[in-house]
């Protein structure tokens, strides 16, 4: 069989090809997606995948970085007399900077610590002042049914009425 034949090519060049079979699909049937399965298992592992990259992130996030010595010496590293004393200078120099890192890690974490002791105070006395201001404004409306109580029992007598009445804000400290 040619290719010409099959009407691959046209006059021009260009790349004909033959329409295949198609099934008609109804429109219901297009528009459902009922037919659209989630694979749970595949969503599962990369959930997964997920939470190890986080935790592994956070991990190296509380790691203490340090910095490329370039000048590395060994103790004997050279012969002469004065390359003792640059291998002393830069060890010093090294362990004056480790020094000052770990330093720095432990200023931070008395910093969180004195925070987070901090914030613990703070809502433990907002929880007291609340439940003192809770209290106080009970006692507030007990007062007040109170006055609204013994004016209606004593409306018979004017003279006790009128002395509840004045004795009652001197109470309150209105």
Not at 112 to 119: D, G, P, V
Not at 133 to 148: L, V
Request: charged share 35%.
């Amino acid at each position: 069989m040619n290719r010409f034949e099959e009407g691959y090519l046209l006059a021009n060049g260009q790349r004909h090809r033959p329409q295949t079979n198609t099934v008609e699909i109804s429109e219901k049937s297009k528009r459902s997606f009922d037919a659209m399965q989630p694979d749970f298992k595949q969503l599962e592992a990369f959930e997964n995948k997920v939470h190890r990259k986080v935790g592994r992130e956070e991990a190296s996030e509380n790691k203490v970085e340090t910095e490329a010595v370039l000048n590395v010496m060994g103790s004997t590293a050279g012969a002469g007399s004065g390359d003792f004393h640059t291998y002393r200078g830069f060890r010093n120099k090294e362990m004056a900077r480790e020094k000052d890192m770990l330093e720095e890690a432990k200023r931070e974490k008395v910093q969180a610590e004195w925070e987070a002791e901090l914030a613990e105070r703070e809502a433990a006395l907002q929880a007291k002042s609340s439940k003192r201001a809770a209290k106080r404004q009970k006692e507030k409306e007990k007062q007040k049914a109170k006055r609204t109580q013994g004016g209606d029992v004593v409306a018979g007598s004017a003279a006790a009425g009128s002395a509840e009445a004045e004795a009652a804000p001197a109470a309150t400290g209105e």
